[in-house]
Every structure is written in C-alpha cells, then in structure tokens.
C-alpha cells in the first residue's frame, strides 16, 4: 500500500503541498489560513492515516527528536532501569528513545552508533562505551555530535559524562565484610577489564583492604568474561571456596555475577551467608526476594538518567555550552541484608 504523503492530501483537496504541511505543523492560524480550510486538511489527514516523515520533519526542524541510548546489555536489569528512566525524562521534553546493546563489542557499538546517528537521525546519544581507547568518540565531538557517557568513562574522553563513585561504593561494600571478620574476601570482576567502572571496583577492593592491614592475595580476585558468566563463575566458587584457598565472603562487580555465585553455591551444597558471605554491585529488586535477601551498592539510577538527558538537551539547545566539559559523579549506597551476616 502506497504511503500517504502531503501530496497525496494537497491533490485530494485541490490546494497547494505548502498549505497542507503549515496547517499539519499548526502554523494555520499565523498564515492566514481558514478555519474550514484547516479543518478540512486535518480530516482528511485523519481519514488516510498520514503520518508524517521523521526525517522530513528533521529536515524543516534541524531535530528528529530522538535520542539514542547504547548499554552492553539491556537485558540486565541495572541498564533496563536507566532506560526506563531516560524515556520517562527525554519524553518529558518531547523526545523519543531507541535502546540498543552492545554486548561489550567495541565494533559493534560503534556500527550501532552509525546507525542511530546516519541512519535514524538521532540528535544525540547516550553511551555507557566499552571502548579501549576515545578514537571514535573524539571524531564524534570534532564533528559536534553529541553525546554523553554514562557508567564508564575512558581516557581522553571523560567528559560529558554521569557516573557514580565506584571506588568508594567498593571501598564500602567490602569493609563491611572486613569488619565483620571475614579477611579472606575474594571479589569477583568482570571483563572487559578496561573498563573504567570495574577498575575502580578493585581499586576500591584493594583500598578497603589496605585499611584493614590485609595483604592483596590475586587468588581470591578472578576476572569473570561477560559472554560466559555462569560457567565461569561456577569454576571460580569451586577454587574459592576450595581448603587450599579458604575464602570467607565474596564481593562482585555486578548483579548478574552475584546471582551466577548463589546458583554455584547452592549446587556445590553450601549456603549463604553460613559458608560464605556476599555482597554485590548493583542493587536489583530480585536482590530484595531472595532467600537470604542480598545486601548490595545501591546506585541512583534516576538520578543518572536524569543527569545524562539534561546534559544532552543542554548541548543540543546550547551548542558550545559548559555541559560538554562537565563530568557528574553521584554517590552510591549500602544497603545491608543477610547476605553478609555470616555467623560466626
């Protein structure tokens, strides 16, 4: 079925294109236009469905009113939620969303940032990137796209930018079990281990270490791959946990390593907290439901959101603005549950 186009209204009612697309866009009134006239249009607009060009509308507007939002995996529930609050803000202010994931494929992040910029005419995009170096995201701002990180930083390339205090929600996170008497504390990371936000989740690990004058042993730290989490994961509790290597509590980098270590823990016949303590990264609502409930670094997800479309609109409306040179750090939280209570 063919489209309908402006053409196709203009011809039906015998007036010119230019009057149908002023009465479509509202601007009836301020050229001189009748009201019947106006009415007329609108009717037969509504009669054959026409929906109106996305990018013809960017062409007379200079925005499609679109942003992109990139994360490694929506399917994750820490990226799902930023998404759901950068849809609710960006909407607010007349925008749409388009989600993509990554999967910690630099390649492929950057065929999707083509995509939405070229293809879908994106005026700006979000990006929690996983680039090993800002290459690509300089020539972006050489060319005055914009686009903001969000998660992750790279060198080079830390600003714009809305991220949160990873090295001291770490730091947090395991000297709670520290203090609890727990010194044998493994952490489990997760690659790419580039990344800016798990460097400074071990850095934070090392740091909570230090203070309790516990020497940094690299037995209790393995470095889990995104693409095969489960089984990894399973490989490391059974070294972990081992007599050799006698670890006490776990910390992890993100939910879905926390959730893979109590399905490993419970087909190796153990328990948590009673044969090992955990705590994680990413505070999810199926943290709250499980048996015991898991304590976790809490991160102000609307707030990133939030931050990141704010700091998008204002390069958009603003061109040459501060917001391109500002980096925003928001604080994280502790939330404390049995997972960590281990009894002594």
Do not use: W
């Not at 929506?74 to 388009?98: Q, T, V, W």
């Not at 949160?164 to 010194?183: I, M, T």
């Not at 926390?258 to 705590?279: H, Q, S, T, W």
């Amino acid at each position: 079925m063919k489209k309908v186009s402006i053409g196709t209204i203009a011809e039906r009612l015998g007036v010119s294109k230019t009057l149908v697309s002023l009465v479509l866009n509202g601007k009836g009134d301020q050229f001189g236009i009748s009201r019947q006239t106006q009415d007329s249009v609108r009717k037969l607009a509504e009669e054959l469905d026409y929906q109106p060009s996305r990018m013809a509308r960017g062409l007379r507007t200079g925005r499609s009113k679109i942003i992109g939002l990139i994360v490694a995996d929506i399917a994750n529930p820490f990226y799902s939620r930023i998404a759901r609050s950068i849809e609710d803000i960006a909407g607010r202010s007349g925008y749409h969303l388009m989600v993509c994931s990554s999967d910690e494929v630099a390649e492929k992040e950057l065929q999707l940032i083509r995509l939405l910029k070229d293809s879908q005419g994106a005026d700006g995009i979000i990006l929690s990137t996983t680039q090993v170096n800002a290459a690509p995201l300089q020539n972006l701002r050489k060319n005055n796209y914009p686009i903001v990180l969000i998660d992750r930083v790279l060198p080079k390339f830390e600003k714009p930018a809305v991220i949160v205090d990873n090295r001291k929600g770490a730091f947090d996170a395991v000297s709670l079990l520290l203090k609890s008497g727990q010194k044998k504390t493994a952490m489990l990371t997760i690659g790419p281990s580039h990344l800016s936000s798990v460097n400074e989740r071990v850095e934070g690990y090392k740091d909570a270490l230090k203070k309790f004058n516990i020497r940094y042993d690299k037995k209790l730290v393995k470095e889990i791959s995104f693409d095969h989490i489960r089984d990894e994961v399973y490989k490391a509790m059974h070294e972990l946990l081992s007599p050799a290597v006698g670890a006490e509590a776990v910390f992890t980098a993100n939910n879905h390593i926390a959730v893979a270590v109590m399905e490993a823990v419970r087909r190796m016949g153990k328990r948590i907290p009673d044969d090992l303590a955990l705590v994680s990264f990413d505070d999810v609502d199926l943290f709250r439901l499980c048996d015991p409930p898991v304590t976790a670094v809490a991160q102000p997800i609307e707030a990133i959101g939030e931050q990141a479309v704010k700091l998008l609109l204002e390069m958009l409306d603003k061109p040459g603005s501060k917001a391109a040179g500002k980096q925003i750090v928001l604080p994280t939280e502790l939330v404390v549950r049995e997972s960590s209570l281990k009894k002594k």
